[in-house]
């Protein structure tokens, strides 16, 4: 059974830091596309990076610079490190497994953990 669980989440001031972890089970993750999404309150589901088995990555416009995606495949985790963050960048994260073709679309997901940035 595929299951991804999230966390790291909390509430930070603009211009710090978070880091979110994604740990994984149930799947050969360490062959596989994987990555983040938010979701913010009346706001379509963004997106946000992806790494592949090769360790290549891919960020959305807005988390480029800023954000960094990484995986450990012996500890069977995903990482998001947030840094500068912005009150815009504030939203539930969600990781993914499994990338298909759409940027930010995957066919399994965690729960999300809550992003807040207060300005």
């Known amino acids: 059974q595929v299951r991804l669980v999230e966390s790291g989440g909390g509430s930070v001031q603009a211009g710090g830091s978070l880091r979110l972890s994604c740990a994984y089970s149930?799947?050969?993750?360490?062959?596989?596309?994987m990555g983040w999404v938010r979701q913010a309150p009346g706001k379509e589901r963004e997106g946000v990076a992806r790494?592949?088995?090769?360790?290549?990555?891919r960020y959305a416009d807005s988390a480029k610079g800023r954000f960094t995606i990484s995986k450990d495949n012996d500890k069977k985790i995903l990482y998001l490190q947030m840094d500068s963050l912005k009150p815009e960048d504030a939203a539930i994260y969600l990781c993914?497994?499994?990338?298909?073709?759409?940027?930010?679309?995957?066919?399994?997901w965690g729960q999300g953990t809550q992003v807040t940035v207060s300005s």
């Open positions: 993914g497994a499994t990338c298909r073709a759409t940027f930010g679309d995957f066919a399994y």
């Open positions: 790494i592949d088995w090769r360790g290549n990555t």
């Open positions: 149930g799947y050969s993750f360490s062959t596989s596309c």
